[in-house]
């Protein structure tokens, strides 16, 4: 049955793709009406990420932060965050005062910074980032705000991204696997709309690597779903990384924990020999050089 619905989706992959397509937006321009004095020009970059509350996940956003500002030397650097459960936790825990994508921009507002382009960090264009692009138009309409704003699609926005994330992920395989032994990546799913980009990148690494498979926590294709194709392929030996930009809660507990239901408990109750690789993707320059070149895009939109 397994085996049937991954040939169903090699069949509907360009019927997924289009639909990508209405999920992805490039980056475009936001521009505010006339104001009654044109200030000075002062352009700024808004990180946008979701966030992690664990410490092994702050080397994906540190490796991220060092890229930019060594692309863009010139221009500020600001952050912000999507998760609410993230930033309370951080504040309560820890005293971080980590900032909401509409508290950024406010404060960039207030700073005199004229032109912002805001960087997604998701992995898709799902609710995440939906939510993040109604607050950057609602900025549009504020009479004292910021001037210009764009906004950069997440890691996979067009097709052309997938192919270079597909490239980018096995690229990134770990050097001791050998063609018998299988890579399955670890996303976090969603049942918004924009779960179809986890099945074009199933498909899209099948199509390069026979033993490569994408799996989500919460959408499709599932963990069964993977474990079926494992097991019918007799495959004994298995890596798993993690299809996030951080190495966070996810990666550390879903993925690999020692609870029974997590990824390396199944699998190895299934009697394959488990080794996960707990790096976000945001860890590996060559997929962090596909957000920067979204932002780049957004950058030139706003001139």
Excluded at 51 to 65: K, T, V
Excluded at 268 to 280: E, F, I, R, S, W
Aim: some cysteine.
């Amino acid at each position: 049955m397994h085996s049937t619905l991954f040939a169903h989706w090699r069949k509907a992959i360009p019927a997924l793709l289009v639909a990508c397509c209405l999920f992805s937006l490039p980056a475009t321009s936001l521009a505010h009406g006339d104001h009654d004095k044109t200030p000075d020009p002062k352009t700024g970059i808004l990180l946008v990420a979701f966030g992690s509350s664990l410490p092994e996940a702050q080397a994906s956003f540190q490796n991220i932060d060092a890229k930019v500002r060594a692309a863009h030397p010139d221009i500020p650097v600001q952050w912000a965050f999507t998760s609410h459960i993230i930033r309370e936790k951080l504040a309560r825990q820890e005293g971080k005062q980590l900032l909401s994508p509409a508290q950024a921009l406010s404060l960039m507002a207030d700073q005199g910074f004229t032109h912002v382009a805001v960087q997604s960090l998701h992995t898709i264009p799902g609710e995440e980032f939906h939510s993040l692009l109604q607050t950057v138009h609602a900025f549009e309409s504020f009479p004292e705000g910021i001037a210009h704003l764009s906004i950069g699609t997440p890691l996979l926005g067009v097709t052309q991204d997938l192919d270079r994330t597909a490239d980018a992920l096995l690229a990134n395989a770990p050097a001791d696997r050998s063609s018998d032994q299988a890579l399955v990546f670890m996303g976090h799913g969603t049942h918004h709309p924009g779960n179809v980009y986890y099945i074009a990148m199933q498909e899209l690494l099948r199509s390069r690597d026979p033993l490569a498979f994408m799996g989500t926590v919460e959408g499709s294709p599932s963990l069964d779903q993977v474990r079926s194709e494992l097991k019918r392929r007799g495959v004994k030996k298995v890596w798993l990384m993690p299809f996030m930009s951080v190495a966070g809660d996810h990666a550390q507990n879903d993925m690999s924990g020692p609870e029974a239901d997590s990824w390396v408990s199944v699998l190895t109750a299934d009697g394959m020999d488990c080794t996960p690789v707990l790096k976000g993707t945001a860890e590996f320059d060559n997929i962090v050089a596909i957000w920067l070149d979204h932002l780049e895009q957004a950058l030139h939109e706003l001139n």
